[in-house]
């Protein structure tokens, strides 16, 4: 069975952190381009990060670019999001996609819902 299943998310104060995990299963991990979306309340799903199979290549969102972090451990068939320096405007459910080889079928998680509040 063709699985993502995220964990770590949570209420944060501003300018604090969170690690998001997303466990896969079912499928390729390690020749999977994997990434990160979230959807806030009222918007549309956007992708926040993505990695190679590999992790050689990363790419960001410009609104998260330099406070977040997308890596992968292909043996744990694990990937993750660290978030630092958390804003009122990160807070959203956080989804885990994959493009599951070797055709490349979208796959989604459940979602991880992160907040960010004093």
């Known amino acids: 069975q063709v699985q993502l299943v995220e964990s770590g998310g949570g209420l944060v104060q501003p300018g604090g952190s969170l690690r998001l995990s997303c466990a896969a299963s079912?499928?390729?991990?390690?020749?999977?381009?994997m990434s990160w979306y979230r959807q806030a309340p009222g918007k549309e799903r956007e992708v926040v990060a993505t990695i190679t199979r590999t992790g050689d290549f990363t790419n960001y969102a410009d609104s998260v670019n330099g406070r977040y972090t997308i890596s992968r451990d292909n043996a744990k068939n694990t990937v993750y999001l660290q978030m630092n320096s958390l804003k009122s405007e990160d807070p959203a459910v956080y989804y885990c996609?994959?493009?599951?080889?070797?055709?490349?079928?979208?796959?989604w998680g459940q979602g991880t819902l992160v907040t960010v509040s004093s």
């Open positions: 996609n994959a493009k599951a080889w070797p055709r490349y079928l979208e796959v």
């Open positions: 079912g499928f390729t991990f390690s020749s999977s381009p």
